[in-house]
């Protein structure tokens, strides 16, 4: 009980942040614009069910914890930003910071662009690996669900996947804040242990596929110093955040 008095009142103090209407959930109808900062932003999104679902975890619930985020955050890199969400309130949390949004499919990508246009996101239509390549994407269902695989360069729908090395390189070497949710990619981006050490912090959606249990997250996460400090799970997948320990040990 305590726990959902203070989610509400958590998501009550968001909304006012973001000057959108809210009392409870159940009654909650998706606005067409938010306050970042002191400008007013024109929502644009498709009629889909995980819109509203993405809504109150980046806005109403801030389920990524940028609030909680005390130290000076220059860059922040969202990959799978999908409309954008995630890069609207990390420009509302950190006003100052260079925002990098990732998002390769191409029906979500429209909504990001409008988004985000007006409010300074550098916006990539690129998918995000250990390596550089190409990927299809597979969007049958809401666009935030949509997942990618591996194709080969020239095939109908081909998206170039570009490494997270060189995302690192083209944010000037560091990250401060890196956000990850890919629909199961992220296994992928464990696999080059290289450029997770210019990464401050993580937050991510993780999605556990086939056999994978979320022990392999945590294993994977501690093979790249990561320490996992929160964990929210819905069974097949869930929300960490993490830290980077080499970087928290200097002051990062």
Same mark, same amino acid.
């Given at each position: ?5 203070? %989610?509400?009142? &958590? ?21 067409? =614009?938010? %306050?970042?900062?002191? *400008? ?9 069910? /995980?819109? #509203?679902?993405? +809504? ?14 005390? =130290? ?10 999908? $409309? @954008?969400? +995630? !890069?609207?309130?990390?420009? =509302?949390? +950190? ?11 191409? &029906? ?20 995000? /690996? ?5 990927? =299809? ?11 990618? $695989? ?14 997270? !090395? ?34 401050? *912090? ?6 556990? #596929? ?23 799970? !819905? ?7 993490? %830290? ?7 002051? @990062?």
């Amino acid at each position: 009980m305590i726990r959902r008095v203070l %989610r509400h009142f &958590r998501r009550v103090s968001n909304a006012k942040r973001f000057a959108v209407p809210y009392s409870r959930a159940a009654n909650f109808q998706m606005p067409r =614009s938010i %306050r970042v900062r002191n *400008q007013d932003v024109n929502l644009s999104y498709p009629d889909e069910n /995980g819109v #509203s679902a993405d +809504f109150f975890t980046c806005f109403l619930s801030d389920e990524y914890g940028l609030a909680q985020i005390s =130290s000076n955050v220059g860059i922040v890199v969202d990959i799978g930003a999908n $409309v @954008g969400f +995630f !890069s609207l309130a990390a420009r =509302s949390y +950190f006003p100052d910071a260079k925002i990098h949004a990732f998002e390769p499919n191409p &029906r979500a990508l429209r909504y990001l662009l409008e988004n985000v246009k007006n409010v300074v996101v550098e916006v990539y239509a690129e998918a995000v /690996g250990a390596s550089d390549g190409w990927v =299809s994407i597979r969007d049958s269902g809401d666009s935030n669900l949509a997942q990618t $695989v591996v194709a080969a360069q020239g095939a109908p729908g081909a998206v170039r996947q570009v490494s997270l !090395s060189s995302i690192v390189e083209r944010c000037g070497g560091c990250v401060d804040v890196a956000k990850i949710d890919c629909e199961g990619a992220e296994w992928d981006l464990f696999l080059d242990a290289t450029p997770w050490q210019k990464i401050g *912090q993580l937050r991510m959606e993780y999605h556990l #596929s086939g056999n994978r249990k979320f022990e392999d997250v945590v294993t994977a996460l501690q093979r790249l110093n990561f320490e996992i400090f929160r964990h929210n799970s !819905s069974g097949a997948w869930g929300t960490i955040w993490a %830290r980077n320990r080499a970087l928290r040990m200097r002051g @990062g």
